[in-house]
T-cell receptor, first 111, second 111 residues
Framework: NAGVTQTPKFRVLKTGQSMTLLCAQD?????MYWYRQDPGMGLRLIHY???????AKGEVPDGYNVSRLKKQNFLLGLESAAPSQTSVYFC??????????FGPGTRLTVT | KNQVEQSPQSLIILEGKNCTLQ??????????LRWYKQDTGRGPVSLTI?????NTKSNGRYTATLDADTKQSSLHITASQLSDSASYIC??????????FGAGTTVTVRA
């Protein structure tokens, strides 16, 4: 039982490049979330999903897109990366609105 | 605007000593309050979840308290160990998908 996994662990992008972060969970959770964590700030919700095929905007969605084609996977896309998107990205999943389980994070640097 | 304020920002304690972390929130409506532990380079891990009717909850050497009237919570660490060195994050739920995260308190335990 791997819990929540994220791919990749680290990535360096140049401004304007695109990439996709993959999150996978094996707990059969309906809810999945993408957060970003910046120094001195609390985690902020980018997008979330309450089930396969559904997504919704969180607190800071601009510059990001998501897809939930399979229940166990939640993808976060950056179409044209900007230095302001340098951050650590965490994926989480939960059974309804209960305790969230977090992945190990992806450290992204945009130069 | 919903806010979660944590204090102190950081603290250093000697192994075996106790410490208490504070969390004040202005989230409304209130559903539950959670404490997470985040080791360096890892995702947050849930320690406790307390609803409105609970004023204390323990998880091993961690004890959380909640005063819903004053909108304050504390996390007490008893007989600290080196493995307690981490960031401790207070999170408040309004009952919907969105959680309000504090910036965290960084605890360093020294031998």
């Amino acid at each position: 039982n791997a819990g929540v996994t994220q791919t990749p662990k680290f990535r360096v992008l140049k401004t304007g490049q695109s990439m996709t972060l993959l999150c996978a969970q094996d707990m059969n959770h309906e809810y999945m979330y993408w957060y970003r964590q910046d120094p001195g700030m609390g985690l902020r919700l980018i997008h979330y999903s309450v089930g396969e095929g559904t997504t919704a905007k969180g607190e800071v969605p601009d510059g990001y897109n998501v897809s939930r084609l399979k229940k166990q996977n939640f993808l976060l896309g950056l179409e044209s990366a900007a230095p302001s998107q340098t951050s650590v990205y965490f994926c989480a999943s939960s059974y309804g609105l209960q305790k969230q389980y977090f992945g190990p994070g992806t450290r992204l640097t945009v130069t | 605007k919903n806010q979660v304020e944590q204090s102190p920002q950081s603290l250093i304690i000697l192994e075996g000593k106790n410490c208490t972390l504070q969390c004040n929130y202005t989230v409304s409506p209130f559903s539950n309050l959670r404490w997470y532990k985040q080791d360096t380079g890892r995702g947050p891990v849930s320690l406790t979840i307390m609803t409105f009717s609970e004023n204390t909850k323990s998880n091993g050497r961690y004890t959380a308290t909640l005063d819903a009237d004053t909108k304050q919570s504390s996390l007490h660490i008893t007989a600290s160990q080196l493995s307690d060195s981490a960031s401790y994050i207070c999170v408040v739920s309004d009952g919907d998908y969105k959680l309000s995260f504090g910036a965290g308190t960084t605890v360093t335990v020294r031998a």
